[in-house]
Structure formats: structure tokens, C-alpha cells
């Protein structure tokens, strides 16, 4: 993941996360004032000092913002255990973009034992709360049967809402998979 990317999806999920609680205190939205100009200026480690004890209180936009400083080893040594930990945390508490995280940590074998049905459950969830990356993933579930029955059907579905939400992967992968049809390799 690049810098850029690391910070866009910090001051997002936090920027989101503030905008979705509105009952975020004046305190904590202040701490993630500090937290967003400590990564700014490429202090993770400040970012972690301040954003750890909301994460401790159960803020899963701080969560799933150290899952990330630990994904990546920015301010901390990098640990994939330590990322899962706390997008699991952030998850459980219905945040769609650590669900995603959860479902690829499965998929992917990191951080933990690989799992395909613990991914498409993870990835079910954030699909639907509209998350377009997990939409795609849980669509090539369906069309590759890894991880539950292959439905062509659900496949397609998903695939479509993960194209209309932007992901140009689904988009792609749907006219594959509508060609594959039509020409009678797969029904």
C-alpha cells in the first residue's frame, strides 16, 4: 500500500467515522484532529500514542486506524496478528471497511489460519453495507465456489452492485462471466 493510499484511508475512515457518530464528543473529535496532523506529517507513532486509548474504549474508527498503523508498520513493528486483532474489534462493531479487511486477512492466510468460510462471511457482511471491493470478492466466492456453493446467479448479483459502486474489477469480471455464459461454457 502506498503512502498516499495509507493516509487517504486514514483520514477517511476517520473523517467518515466522525461524520457517522455524531455524538463523537468535541474531546475525541479534537484527539483525531491531532491524529490526522500527526499523520500528516508522518509521526505514526504520535497518531498511535493518541488514537490508542479511544481504540481501548471501543472507537472503531480508532480501531480499524491501528489495525492499519500495524498492517503497515507505520509507528509500530509491522504484525498481521496485531491488524487482525483490532480489525476485528472495529468489524464486530459493524464497520464495513474492517469487515472487508477481516474477510482478505482469511482469504489471504494473514495474521491467521487461511479460511475461505470465515472470509466470505467477513466479506458478506461488508458487501452488504455496500462496500464495492467487498461486493467483488464476495461475487468471485460465488462464481469460484471457494467458500460456500457456486451460484453463478449470486455471482453475477454481487458483481453487478460491486460495478455500480464504482469497482471496475466487478465490471470487468461480469462481462467475463456474461460472454462465459452466453457461450454455453458455464449455465
Known amino acids: ?13 476517520v473523517a467518515l467515522g466522525v461524520q457517522a ?12 484532529s491531532q491524529a490526522i ?8 507513532a504520535k497518531a498511535l500514542q493518541l488514537l490508542q486509548p479511544l481504540a481501548n474504549q471501543g472507537d472503531a474508527v480508532a480501531q480499524n486506524n491501528i489495525a ?11 504484525s498481521d496478528k496485531e491488524a487482525l486483532k483490532w480489525y476485528k474489534k472495529a468489524a464486530q462493531q459493524g464497520q464495513a ?21 470465515q472470509a466470505f462471511e467477513w466479506y458478506s457482511k461488508a458487501a452488504k453495507q ?8 464476495l461475487a468471485m466466492r460465488y462464481a469460484s465456489g471457494t467458500g460456500v456453493k457456486q451460484n453463478v446467479k449470486l455471482a453475477k448479483f454481487w458483481f453487478a452492485k460491486a460495478a455500480a459502486n464504482g469497482n471496475t474489477t466487478a465490471a ?16
Open 130 to 137: 455496500g462496500h464495492a471491493d467487498a461486493q467483488n470478492n
Open 21 to 32: 457518530a455524531p455524538h463523537t464528543s468535541a474531546k475525541n473529535q479534537a484527539i483525531y
Open 1 to 13: 500500500m502506498s503512502f498516499n493510499k495509507i493516509i487517504l484511508s486514514i483520514l477517511l475512515s
Open 37 to 44: 496532523a500527526a499523520v500528516q506529517q508522518k509521526n505514526f
Open 97 to 117: 471497511e474492517a469487515q472487508f479487511m477481516v474477510g482478505l486477512f482469511h482469504a489471504e492466510g494473514r495474521g491467521t489460519t487461511q479460511n475461505y468460510q
Open 172 to 187: 470487468q469480471s461480469l462481462r467475463e462471466l456474461n460472454a462465459l455464459q452466453q457461450s454455453g461454457k458455464i449455465k
Open 68 to 78: 492499519v498503523l500495524y498492517e503497515e508498520g507505520l509507528g509500530v513493528s509491522r
